[in-house]
């Protein structure tokens, strides 16, 4: 009708219900009223925009960085023990006062306002307060960068739910930073990322990277890419396994290097070989790692196994700013305990979340967040906001050598 300017969301909102005020909302995100934190004065921003589009940060303005602790020599540790009849107490494993790492700091006049059972993560997250916590994680996920941010999502074992969480976390950080988010296939065993979307094209990896002298801004990179509801940009793997697993470490630096010009994050979904080049090279430029674990005995132990593989091969300190992804799964086999489990992990790593179980995830086909559960989409929720606090930590390689520019 003429005179309309009805502006219809990308993605319809589930009905409301008791926790529809936890979630995030996926179509366009407008920052809350009164949350927008300070900037310098206008002249003192330099201008003009970047190549990622992100106003570079006077370091003036720049906030200090916190220190990581000291990391903790490998302790062999074994996994709470699975349930079947009475289960044994399970002891904590006493965690060094070096090695705690608080888990989403906020001002100390909103931590005072909270309980304290509303701060130790998602178990504390639905006691009526969900709009304050809402918008509490939604300002940590806005930290801004001041360049690429890698993210990967790594365990040794299939079918944990990699995949699941490479989308889930990737939708959450591009519709609520609105800035561009990219996820890439990067399992050599040919992964099931792209197949988890609507595909805009058939290129892959491998067609992005022949064309690479051609490739001069973002958008010659979009032409290979899918772009999913929520603005996260997906690139595939190549379908035929041969092709796939000759994706080598040298492919994927050259890979992060193009794509580390145009998106402010990128995020890699990794396959279950911590020896292949692609993996190696992966661990050697993440910022951060998502550990996928679940509530069966075998999920368990491969992620436990994964934090033990990295702390053994010189990457503790990525493994001690990693977060573990506990996801619930339902079998009739032996089962541990989700509050076990987050004992357990947030030993090994910085913060644990746990996934409730959800059917649409469980059938493992195209992913929309629209048809998560309130308390599953809270949960990814909860999974970007301790990532992006990451994000604030002082980055470190593999050797300890703080990145520059951060």
Excluded at 166 to 174: H, I, W, Y
Aim: proline share 10%; net charge neutral.
């Amino acid at each position: 009708m003429a005179g309309d300017h009805t502006v219809i969301e990308r993605v319809q909102r589930l009905a409301e219900g008791p926790d529809w005020d936890l979630a995030p909302v996926y179509g366009p995100v407008t920052p809350p009223p009164g949350r927008q934190t300070e900037r310098a004065p206008e002249a003192e921003w330099q201008r003009p925009l970047d190549a990622m589009g992100t106003v570079l940060v006077p370091l003036g303005a720049r906030p200090a960085p916190a220190e990581l602790p000291a990391q903790p020599p490998p302790v062999p540790q074994t996994l709470p023990q699975p349930v079947h009849g009475p289960a044994p107490a399970v002891a904590p494993v006493p965690v060094p006062a070096a090695a705690q790492v608080p888990v989403l700091a906020a001002p100390a006049a909103a931590q005072a306002s909270v309980p304290p059972a509303a701060r130790r993560g998602l178990r504390g997250l639905g006691l009526g307060r969900g709009e304050r916590e809402r918008g509490r994680l939604e300002a940590v996920i806005r930290t801004p960068l001041h360049r690429s941010y890698r993210i990967a999502v790594v365990g040794l074992k299939g079918g944990v739910g990699k995949t699941s969480a490479t989308l889930a976390l990737g939708s959450v950080l591009a519709e609520t930073r609105s800035d561009k988010v990219i996820a890439v296939d990067a399992n050599p065993d040919t992964g099931t990322l792209s197949r988890r979307i609507r595909r805009e094209t058939a290129a892959t990896v491998q067609d992005l990277l022949a064309a690479e002298p051609s490739i001069t801004g973002y958008m010659d990179i979009r032409r290979f890419t899918s772009l999913t509801p929520s603005g996260l940009e997906v690139l595939a793997n190549d379908p035929d396994p041969a092709v796939a697993n000759s994706f080598g470490g040298e492919d994927y630096r050259r890979l992060v290097d193009l794509l580390s010009r145009q998106y402010p994050i990128v995020l890699s979904d990794c396959g279950t070989g911590l020896l292949h080049s692609s993996t190696s090279a992966v661990l050697g430029l993440a910022d951060q790692l998502v550990i996928a674990a679940t509530t069966s005995v075998d999920g368990a132990s491969g992620a436990d196994s994964t934090l033990e593989w990295l702390y053994a091969n010189g990457y503790g300190p990525l493994a001690q700013r990693s977060v573990t992804l506990i996801s619930t799964v339902r079998s009739t086999g032996r089962m541990v305990k989700a509050d076990d489990l987050v004992t357990h992990f947030q030993s090994r790593c910085r913060a644990a979340v746990v996934l409730p179980f959800d059917e649409h995830l469980a059938l493992g086909g195209a992913f929309d967040p629209v048809k998560l559960r309130p308390r599953t989409r809270r949960a990814y929720l909860e999974l970007a906001g301790l990532v992006a606090e990451g994000m604030g930590l002082a980055l470190a390689g593999p050797g300890g050598t703080a990145v520059p520019g951060f």
